[in-house]
Each structure stands twice: as C-alpha cells, then as structure tokens.
C-alpha cells in the first residue's frame, strides 16, 4: 500500500506518520511538507493524508489535480477548522479529521480505508501457479492469454507465464476487462491498440487473432469497455 502525507506542519506529519506505522507497518510511506512537493513527485499513491491549509497550493487545489489524475484516490483531509469539511466532499475525500487528531478517530477512519484500498489491490491481482511456485500478478499487466492445449501462457508486459488451466475458468477468473477474442485467445481490453476484422494489435505491438464471426460482438465490448471508464495503456 502507497500512502502519502502531506502537511506543513512538522508535528502533525511525524504524528501521522507514528499512527500509520502503528497499524501498518509494511506500508510504503512518505510525507511531503507541501501540495507543489506532493505533485511534483509525480508517484501514484493508494492513500493521501491531505492537510487543508497551506501555504502555496492549498489542500483543495491539490486534491482537484490529484483527483484528476487518479479517480480511485483515497483522500483524506487533514483540518483544524470544520466549515471546510465540505469543500472536502466536493472534491470526492473520503473522510477527513480534525486537529488536534485524536487516535481513537484515526483508527477508525483508517481503518476504514485501508480495509478499501485492499478489497481493491485484490480484485486487480491474480494468484497463479507456475513451475511450482505461486505468482501474484497485477491483472493490468496482463496483455492476452494464449490457449496451448492443457495449458495456457499468460503473456504479460513483464514477461510469460505457463500454466495449467483451460480459457474458460481463465476468461471466468479474470472478468469482464477480458474478452475471448478467439477460440485460442483471451484478450486484456486495456491494451488493445487497433483492430481490423480478423486480428488485434497490443500496445506492445504484438498480433493476435480476432474470430471474423467474433468481431461485431468484440467491438460492442470494447465500446462498452471504453464507456464505462476503462483507459487503454498506449
């Protein structure tokens, strides 16, 4: 899990800091003292301790470019003044806290969105088993899956995976970001490039066969792929 912190109060950062570590002491963790420092860093976090009131950019401006960027962000807002608790909601937080930050609610808040980001981290991974050891990969870095008799290959953007399993169970597994393109291949919607009546290119620049009795329903998914929100990895 990635969290970040930002505040321009010293104290306030190495509290938080103490409470996250407290809870969850595996997380990755850093604190920025101010929004430019937090944007400049250009990194994706799962979770943000945002204070409200700073000098620069304040709270609110860089929630709006941080929302921006990252739609499933966790947000949570960090003020001493409840009249801003509302500007917090428009900008979608999750919740927020008031200074001085009492343990008990930080907990419970926490907690709270922890227990979020991790449902979340475990719908995009998939466990599998290869050449007798367990493997857990990220679901978005899954370019297609290839059928090979007993076997499928999983070819990912960081490299290929053998398994025994057929396309049903797989293209069941791996839900509706996937589509059976052909009888041999389960494609990742997220990497589709381009596409002619009877193949698909990847973002990688790899070919794959496309079924010409599949093709008006594979552009009917895609479609509704790119609709409902889904962003392609070019």
């Known amino acids: 899990m990635e969290i970040a912190i930002c505040d321009d109060e010293k104290e306030i950062r190495e509290q938080l800091k103490r409470l996250v570590e407290e809870r969850r002491p595996d997380v990755s963790l850093t604190c920025y003292a101010s929004g430019e420092a937090l944007l400049d860093a250009g990194k994706r976090f799962d979770m943000v301790f945002l204070d409200i009131r700073m000098d620069g950019k304040d709270g609110i401006e860089t929630a709006r470019i941080l929302r921006k960027a990252d739609e499933d962000l966790l947000l949570i807002f960090i003020t001493g003044l409840k009249e801003y608790v509302f500007d917090a909601f428009d900008v979608g937080a999750f919740h927020y806290l008031l200074k001085p930050i009492s343990g008990e609610k930080f907990a419970q808040v926490f907690e709270a969105a922890a227990r979020k980001v991790e449902k979340k981290h475990k ?99 895609y479609m509704r792929y790119l609709q409902n929100g889904g962003i392609s990895y070019v």
Not at 131 to 155: G, P, Q, T
């Open 123 to 221: 719908q995009e991974t998939f466990l599998i088993r290869n050449r007798n050891r367990n493997v857990l990969l990220r679901k978005d870095h899954i370019l297609y899956v290839e059928s090979r008799m007993r076997k499928a290959e999983i070819h990912t953007c960081r490299g290929n995976y053998e398994i025994y399993g057929t396309m049903q169970a797989l293209e069941k597994q791996l839900g509706v970001n996937f589509y059976r393109c052909h009888r041999g291949y389960l494609v990742n919607l997220a990497h589709v490039l381009e596409y002619t009546t009877d193949s698909i290119t990847l973002t990688d620049g790899m070919k794959i066969f496309l079924s010409r009795e599949k093709y008006n329903a594979f552009v009917r998914a």
